[in-house]
């Protein structure tokens, strides 16, 4: 009886043993894989916050350094110029109303009483209206040009900088309008629309 306690003993001993070592193992693998996945994941974390700082003050450098912000600005200026040359072309302005009513003066002054209806109207009336159509033509070739300058820009500007949408259809406005400017103008210079009633 004393060899089987002595056996049973030491059997015993041995499994609490191996117990114990397979549970040592178990935790030091579990810490392991804690350690490595804790820093992963706090590199990772630190890689992204880093990014996003870089972002932030790229972005924080360029509105500071003016460039993207003065460009804005610039365009949508001349688009909104643009339109409203043409607007004025259009309707008319302060400098074509008084460089007619000058041109009729003129033309009040040099024609004599005695000289033909004809010639009084061409004098007086017709020198003044084609005052008004060449000014008018001025303010609509200055909303053309202007809006095709707005339009163009990103071309010569920074490569993959897109332009607002509102700047495109203000410019696009302009254009329009100018066109249509011209296109009154000389048909008012040339007499096919509006013209001097024949005397």
Same mark, same amino acid.
């Given at each position: 009886m004393g060899t089987r306690t002595a056996d049973e003993t030491a059997t015993a001993d041995a499994t609490a043993q191996a117990t114990t070592d397979t549970t040592a193992d178990t935790t030091a693998e579990e810490k392991d894989e804690t350690g490595t996945t804790g820093e992963t994941g706090t590199t990772d974390e630190a890689g992204a916050t880093d990014e996003a700082a870089a972002a932030d003050d790229a972005e924080a450098g360029d509105a500071e350094g003016g460039k993207p912000a003065a460009s804005g600005v610039g365009q949508g200026a001349g688009a909104v110029v643009s339109a409203a040359l043409g607007l004025i072309s259009l309707s008319g302005s302060w400098v074509g109303t008084v460089a007619a009513a000058r041109e009729q003066l003129i033309g #009040? %002054?040099? &024609? $004599? &009483? $005695? *000289? $033909? /209806? *004809?010639? #009084? %109207?061409?004098?007086v009336?017709?020198?003044s209206w084609h005052t008004t159509a060449v000014c008018g033509g001025l303010f609509a070739l200055l909303a053309l040009v202007v809006g095709v300058a707005v339009l163009a820009r990103p071309a010569f500007g920074s490569p993959g900088r897109a332009q607002a949408a509102w700047i495109k259809s203000v410019s696009w406005a302009g254009v329009i %309008?100018? /066109?249509?400017g011209l296109l009154l103008a000389v048909l008012k210079f040339s007499d096919a629309l509006l013209a001097l009633p024949s005397a």
């Open positions: #009040q %002054l040099r &024609t $004599s &009483t $005695s *000289a $033909s /209806v *004809a010639t #009084q %109207l061409k004098e009336y017709g020198d %309008l100018g /066109v249509i």
